[in-house]
């Protein structure tokens, strides 16, 4: 189980610490303040519900955590460590130097939103050993972390950082020239100068501003970025088109671009206030968890269409899978063809798995074993697929959120053009479902059924002559409502 130390456990520390833990890493947080164990359960709690909707393959096992009670202790045999300490040069340079004289070749990120790495590495024992891998809040859920080199770190060194950060389910920007801010912050703190001129200005309030942003672009953004979202506004055209339009405006007043209001007491007070007319009337924990619950649905919706963050999702959930030991033709025995874990959206009111997700389990199950016998997507998209023409459900017991189910095959006949499978979905080796399907060989541009390829039948064959050896398993062949042995 590889280590990372988490210098700092506030909000940035915390969600860090989430992500790792959440992905199988040990886990040393060290933080001198005496509210860090308590902010990080938050952070914990509001991770562990929101993470695992992402993904769809089970998450690994959980991780340990513990507190270290001195620096030195925390990054003892780390494999990677990340500094989340206060936005001061002066302390950076300070954990710096401490983290280096205990861990001088061990891997440092930076969680540094405005610092440049070169500016990090000052009078460093290793300055190479020293980046910046600034990311976003939340930690836990949004993939983008900015991975920021200078001169004094290896390529090779940095490929294998992004490399790391993948593993986790991040997105590792690579800023190939280092500058103050970096990328994303530059573009945020254009936005805050703006948005607090307009309030200032009394042109609009906190609120106001919101609205215009969730209601408008900011649904844009999240899912097309900036440059792609104005070449479609340039139409047929394209970009060039919309450069010619609105070029122009680059010239004009429109914004108030480097000009800052004074910072004073007044605009902390207006800004402030209004913030807290908007949303004094929740917690901040009810914020962060209405926050987590938006954005899983944003990024589900963008994995279903393989877009964006979403796409990032569905690679980590591949990578994933590669960790999960594949099938084996042990014929002799049911075949173990999925692993799956009870995520918060498969669960009803009462807190169990709902129906609809067993027949979910029972479908993820039923795909492993069509790709197993060579009946997958590629088949598919060769104009024959083995349909679904009857379903019988079995409830044997429940599955609960966070329960690790596996779904195994066991094949109860089949013939050139039929396959009558057995599926059992259980947990701890106990079965909660167990799901009687009948399947059909269908030609999908005639519409009807036909034999299977021979290469399909050469690796199906043998398992159902294999499995009529087993004992039928019990509540084969039942009828609705029939009475349980």
């Not at 940035?12 to 199988?24: K, P």
């Not at 490929?159 to 500058?179: N, Q, S, T, W, Y």
């Not at 680059?250 to 206030?273: H, K, Q, S, Y």
Request: proline share 6%; aromatic share 8%.
């Amino acid at each position: 189980m590889p280590k990372a130390a988490i210098i700092g456990g506030g909000v940035i520390g915390g969600g860090w610490a989430a992500r790792f833990l959440l992905n199988g890493w040990e886990v040393a947080v060290y933080d001198p303040d005496p509210n860090a164990e308590r902010t990080l359960a938050a952070v914990l709690n509001n991770a562990r519900a929101a993470l695992p909707a992402l993904s769809d393959v089970p998450m690994p096992p959980e991780g340990t955590l513990r507190f270290a009670a001195t620096l030195a202790e925390a990054v003892s045999g780390a494999d990677y460590i990340q500094e989340s300490t206060p936005e001061r040069l002066d302390l950076k340079h300070r954990v710096l130097a401490e983290v280096q004289a205990s861990a001088p070749d061990t891997p440092i990120g930076s969680s540094t939103s405005g610092y440049k790495p070169s500016q990090l590495q000052e009078n460093a024992r290793n300055p190479g050993a020293i980046f910046v891998a600034h990311p976003f809040n939340p930690v836990y859920l949004l993939p983008l972390v900015e991975i920021v080199p200078s001169a004094a770190n290896d390529a090779a060194g940095i490929a294998d950082i992004c490399a790391l950060m993948r593993d986790i389910g991040m997105f590792p920007l690579h800023v190939r020239k280092e500058i103050d801010a970096h990328i994303a912050d530059r573009f945020l703190e254009a936005v805050w100068r703006e948005a607090l001129w307009l309030v200032k200005d009394g042109v609009a309030t906190t609120e106001e501003i919101d609205e215009a942003i969730r209601m408008g672009f900011g649904l844009r953004w999240a899912q097309m970025g900036l440059f792609e979202t104005f070449r479609i506004a340039g139409g047929e055209a394209g970009m060039r088109h919309f450069l010619a339009q609105f070029g122009p405006c680059l010239t004009w007043p429109w914004t108030r671009l480097m000009d800052v209001p004074e910072f004073n007491d007044d605009l902390v007070n207006l800004i402030a206030g209004q913030s807290d007319d908007q949303s004094g009337h929740l917690s901040i924990r009810e914020l962060e968890r209405i926050r987590d619950a938006n954005l899983i649905g944003f990024l589900r919706v963008l994995k279903e269409r393989n877009w964006g963050a979403g796409r990032v999702l569905l690679e980590h959930d591949a990578r994933q899978r590669q960790t999960t030991p594949a099938p084996t033709p042990d014929t002799a025995a049911p075949m173990v063809m999925a692993q799956m874990q009870v995520l918060p959206g498969w669960i009803d009111y009462n807190g169990h798995m709902t129906e609809s997700r067993y027949l979910f389990a029972s479908s993820e199950t039923t795909d492993a074993f069509l790709r197993f016998i060579g009946a997958g997507l590629d088949y598919v998209q060769g104009g024959h697929s083995y349909y679904t023409a009857e379903t019988h459900i079995l409830h044997h017991g429940e599955a609960k959120l966070g329960h690790r189910l596996t779904g195994s095959v066991q094949v109860l006949g089949a013939d050139e053009k039929r396959l009558h499978l057995f599926i059992r979905i259980a947990r701890d080796g106990e079965t909660v479902a167990s799901v009687e399907q009948m399947l059909l060989h269908v030609d999908t541009a005639a519409g009807r059924t036909c034999p299977a390829a021979p290469a399909v039948l050469e690796r199906l064959m043998p398992i159902a002559k294999a499995h009529q050896t087993l004992p039928r398993p019990t509540g084969a062949g039942r009828h609705v409502g029939q009475r349980k042995d």
